[in-house]
């Protein structure tokens, strides 16, 4: 057995060895999914939900520990931590109602009755990326357990530990043995296995656009069920009949939230022109005052990158001597900080103005009329996520409609509820997550037609 050390992306130290399984050992945990699932998808509803519930309140009395651990593992910032402990909680509870509600349907037909059942898949394969470890492996498993599945969980190589933390309280809340399991190892290795096993009946993949669709190719093979979150370049569209100085005061967290390492970032502003000198003053002011700083600080508002590799790619898309705008600032010393970086390329063809970064850099560009940002937000082979800030509701409900992205936010940056459908347009993914229809990703129609005439 191999193993993966953990580095503290705040100090760059070392905090602890985490050994990684091999394919055999990936085979033995599906295997024991498998086994497991036959009596867990025959648990009466009632009895799933109750443990659902369980589970959820375990995690509520776990929501420090959990967000410290992902302080010490990923450099959040301690408040989003806490928040991403919390939305695993909310998750189980949401889901926790699905069990006594996995309603099929009853069809009017000639001589008999036909109803429809959602029956669950399987064993699932959930992998996660390492910018939100802890939400993106809830809004797999949450519904995939509820609807009577089990799972199998590969967390990120650089951030395992809130998963591995996950599935032990799983099990003290009375989750039984083999339903949910976390699998720390390679994509390579355990996570190209999900795909060729076929005991796994679907993938749920987080994670970069490239890897999503080897995924997707893997899955032909088997014409195995898969969903995919992938990247984003994500507009922030600020007409000049809007509060611009709320959408300035707005944008800096729209985008370095988390160091930018979010694939709804709004990386690229996109400003009418009439009111691009105002909007960049108070642009200014906002990027200066955010705190980038230590994410164990309460006041902590960007923490980190990830890993050394993280930063040396975000480098790469600011190389010396890259004309900017203004930047924010960065603490001094070890770790893998990258300040707050604003550019204002003279069109839409620079590289970091088209490709996802995954760090704390934006780009800022001009538009002339609605029809003009309508076309600029949309020259993007992604469509994720986006803002639309106007005090013209006409126009904001016109654009909104017109902007090809999955999830926007109109006088706000707020992107993601639980209860709310979240996924992506074009190469953004493909299928939805969370919300009340994420079920049907997790579960199989079937029809059956009962012949009263015989
Ligand atoms: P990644 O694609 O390299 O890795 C994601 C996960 O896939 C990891 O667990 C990794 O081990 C695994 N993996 C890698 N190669 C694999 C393979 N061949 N087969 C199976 N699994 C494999 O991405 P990352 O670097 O961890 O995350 C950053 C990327 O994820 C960004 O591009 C970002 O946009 C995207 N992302 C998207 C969303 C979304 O919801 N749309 C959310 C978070 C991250």
Same mark, same amino acid.
């Given at each position: 057995?191999?193993? @993966?050390?953990?580095?503290?992306?705040?100090?760059?130290?070392?905090?602890?060895?985490? *050994?990684?399984?091999?394919?055999?050992?990936?085979?033995?945990?599906?295997?024991?999914?498998?086994?497991? @699932?036959?009596?867990?998808?025959?648990?009466?509803?009632?009895?799933?939900?109750?443990?659902?519930?369980?589970?959820?309140?375990?995690?509520?009395?776990?929501?420090?520990?959990?967000?410290?651990?992902?302080?010490?593992?990923?450099?959040?910032?301690?408040?989003?931590?806490?928040? *991403?402990?919390?939305?695993?909680?909310?998750?189980?509870?949401?889901?926790?109602?699905?069990?006594?509600?996995?309603?099929?349907?009853?069809?009017?037909?000639?001589? +008999?009755?036909?109803?429809?059942?959602?029956?669950?898949?399987?064993?699932?394969?959930?992998?996660?990326?390492?910018?939100?470890?802890?939400?993106?492996?809830?809004?797999?498993?949450?519904?995939?357990?509820?609807?009577?599945?089990?799972?199998?969980?590969?967390?990120?190589?650089?951030?395992?530990?809130?998963?591995?933390?996950?599935?032990?309280?799983?099990?003290?809340? +009375?989750?039984?043995?083999?339903? @949910?399991?976390?699998?720390?190892?390679?994509?390579?290795?355990?996570?190209?296995?999900?795909?060729?096993?076929?005991?796994?009946?679907?993938?749920? @993949?987080?994670?970069?656009? %490239?890897?999503?669709?080897?995924?997707?190719?893997?899955?032909?093979?088997?014409?195995?069920?898969?969903?995919? *979150?992938?990247?984003g370049k994500s507009a922030n569209i600020i007409f000049a009949d809007s509060d611009i100085e709320l959408a300035a005061a707005g944008a800096p967290g729209a985008v370095?939230?988390?160091?930018?390492?979010?694939?709804c970032a709004r990386s690229r502003i996109l400003i009418q022109r009439s009111a691009y000198?105002k909007f960049? *003053?108070k642009f200014?002011?906002a990027?200066?005052?955010?705190?980038?700083?230590?994410?164990?600080?309460?006041?902590?508002?960007?923490?980190?990158?990830? %890993?050394?590799?993280?930063?040396?790619?975000?480098?790469?898309?600011?190389?010396?001597?890259?004309?900017?705008?203004?930047?924010?600032?960065?603490?001094?010393?070890?770790?893998?900080?990258?300040?707050?970086?604003?550019?204002?390329?003279?069109?839409?063809?620079?590289?970091?103005?088209?490709?996802?970064?995954?760090?704390?850099?934006v780009?800022v560009i001009a538009f002339e009329d609605e029809a003009d940002a309508i076309r600029i937000a949309n020259d993007s082979?992604y469509g994720l996520s986006g803002s639309i800030w106007s005090r013209d509701i006409g126009k904001a409900i016109r654009v909104s409609r017109a902007v090809e992205a999955g999830n926007l936010s109109v006088n706000s940056n707020s992107s993601v509820r639980?209860?709310t459908p979240f996924g992506g347009y074009k190469?953004s993914?493909?299928?939805?997550?969370?919300g009340?229809?994420?079920?049907?990703?997790?579960?199989?129609?079937?029809?059956?037609?009962?012949?009263?005439?015989?």
């Amino acid at each position: 057995m191999t193993s @993966f050390t953990v580095i503290n992306p705040t100090t760059a130290t070392a905090v602890k060895e985490i *050994e990684l399984n091999d394919l055999i050992q990936t085979d033995q945990i599906i295997n024991k999914a498998q086994k497991a @699932f036959e009596t867990w998808r025959h648990v009466s509803p009632g009895d799933r939900a109750k443990l659902l519930r369980k589970f959820a309140t375990v995690v509520d009395t776990h929501i420090e520990e959990l967000a410290q651990l992902e302080v010490l593992n990923s450099g959040h910032t301690i408040g989003n931590a806490r928040w *991403e402990a919390g939305n695993v909680r909310d998750v189980l509870n949401y889901y926790s109602a699905a069990p006594e509600r996995l309603f099929g349907r009853q069809i009017p037909v000639p001589n +008999g009755i036909d109803i429809t059942f959602k029956e669950p898949l399987g064993v699932i394969g959930i992998i996660v990326p390492w910018n939100f470890p802890m939400p993106i492996a809830g809004w797999g498993f949450g519904p995939a357990l509820a609807a009577g599945n089990t799972v199998v969980l590969k967390p990120a190589e650089l951030t395992p530990m809130t998963a591995i933390r996950l599935g032990e309280l799983a099990k003290e809340a +009375g989750i039984p043995e083999g339903v @949910f399991n976390v699998i720390p190892g390679k994509g390579s290795i355990v996570g190209e296995r999900f795909v060729t096993n076929p005991l796994v009946r679907k993938i749920v @993949f987080t994670g970069s656009t %490239s890897v999503g669709k080897q995924i997707m190719r893997g899955c032909a093979d088997q014409v195995k069920r898969v969903t995919l *979150e992938l990247g984003g370049k994500s507009a922030n569209i600020i007409f000049a009949d809007s509060d611009i100085e709320l959408a300035a005061a707005g944008a800096p967290g729209a985008v370095f939230d988390n160091a930018g390492q979010d694939c709804c970032a709004r990386s690229r502003i996109l400003i009418q022109r009439s009111a691009y000198d105002k909007f960049m *003053e108070k642009f200014e002011v906002a990027v200066k005052k955010f705190r980038v700083e230590d994410p164990a600080l309460d006041t902590a508002e960007m923490g980190p990158l990830v %890993s050394a590799g993280q930063l040396e790619r975000v480098k790469e898309f600011v190389p010396d001597g890259t004309p900017i705008a203004f930047q924010g600032s960065k603490p001094a010393g070890p770790g893998f900080w990258f300040a707050p970086t604003v550019l204002a390329p003279k069109d839409t063809t620079d590289r970091a103005y088209r490709e996802e970064i995954f760090g704390p850099v934006v780009s800022v560009i001009a538009f002339e009329d609605e029809a003009d940002a309508i076309r600029i937000a949309n020259d993007s082979e992604y469509g994720l996520s986006g803002s639309i800030w106007s005090r013209d509701i006409g126009k904001a409900i016109r654009v909104s409609r017109a902007v090809e992205a999955g999830n926007l936010s109109v006088n706000s940056n707020s992107s993601v509820r639980y209860w709310t459908p979240f996924g992506g347009y074009k190469q953004s993914g493909l299928g939805r997550e969370l919300g009340p229809d994420a079920l049907d990703a997790f579960t199989e129609t079937k029809n059956v037609f009962f012949d009263t005439q015989k």
